[in-house]
């Protein structure tokens, strides 16, 4: 299994009584992207919680790359190259977009903040008329694109992506799925939440559905979209 970047094994984390994440095995192969899909409260964000660090697994392994990730800091995973978007802080509200990303750059597994690879990022998003805005006067479409730049911009070897288009219009959504089209071409391994069929089917080359914190089932687009177990707990929104 040359080819397999992340893989869990039984991984489980319970929050009280509840199983949030019970049980998930899942293998990752490098240039895939994977959509993750289930209804509300069926355990994705745990998912990427346990992965980025954010949250310690009561139990199972995660392997990235060959390395465990269980007890790392998220830092130190994020240093390894498993990146996870993250919502524009504070820290970043006063900063311009051109420089939030020389500190997402300089930052990353490559340490490089060259002003070249920053204007090819720049207007590879679009963004390099904004570039000399401050983040707290973009919309809410621009951030979001701006939070993906911020991931994109430290050289990930796997980016984990939590509902990418929530909340955004049409033409917004298009911008990030031809962003995450390009990424994909260049072999980037994705993991994405994402309620849009239409998204999904765009980029996933495979979909797993939880339900309740466990697998309730993994195939293409098509597959799942036909599957009656999964048609019984998840309305499709497309
Ligand atoms: P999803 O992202 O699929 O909507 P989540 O992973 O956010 O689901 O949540 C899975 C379950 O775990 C839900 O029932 C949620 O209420 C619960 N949960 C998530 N995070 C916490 C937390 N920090 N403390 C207690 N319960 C949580
Ligand atoms: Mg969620």
Same mark, same amino acid.
């Given at each position: 299994m040359r080819d397999v970047i992340l893989q869990t094994v039984n991984l489980r984390r319970s929050f009280g009584g509840l199983? !949030?994440?019970?049980?998930v095995t899942l293998t990752l192969r490098r240039g895939e992207t994977r959509a993750v899909i289930g209804p509300n409260g069926a355990g994705k964000s745990t998912l990427l919680n346990l992965l980025s660090g954010a949250l310690a697994p009561d139990d199972g392994t995660i392997l990235f790359g060959g390395d465990s990730l269980v007890r790392l800091m998220p830092h130190q995973i994020a240093r390894l190259g498993l990146v996870r978007t993250f919502q524009i802080s504070h820290l970043f509200e006063d900063l311009t977009v051109e420089e939030a990303l020389r500190a997402a750059l300089a930052r990353g597994r490559l340490c490089s903040a060259n002003s070249e690879a920053l204007r090819a990022l720049l207007a590879r998003l679009g963004l390099c008329e904004q570039a000399h805005r401050r983040a707290r006067e973009l919309s809410h479409g621009e951030r979001r694109l701006v939070e993906l730049a911020l991931a994109i911009a430290q050289e990930p070897r796997l980016c984990l992506l939590d509902?990418?288009? !929530?909340?955004?219009s049409q033409p917004e959504t298009e911008s990030i799925v031809r962003l995450l089209l390009d990424l994909k071409a260049k072999q980037q391994t994705l993991l994405i939440v994402e309620h849009d069929m239409t998204v999904v089917r765009a980029l996933a080359d495979l979909v797993t559905v939880l339900h309740q914190g466990r697998v309730l089932a993994e195939g293409t687009p098509q597959e799942i979209r036909l599957d009656a177990r999964v048609q019984g707990v998840y309305d499709f929104i497309s």
């Open positions: 199983r !949030a994440i019970d049980n509902e990418p288009t !929530a909340g955004l």
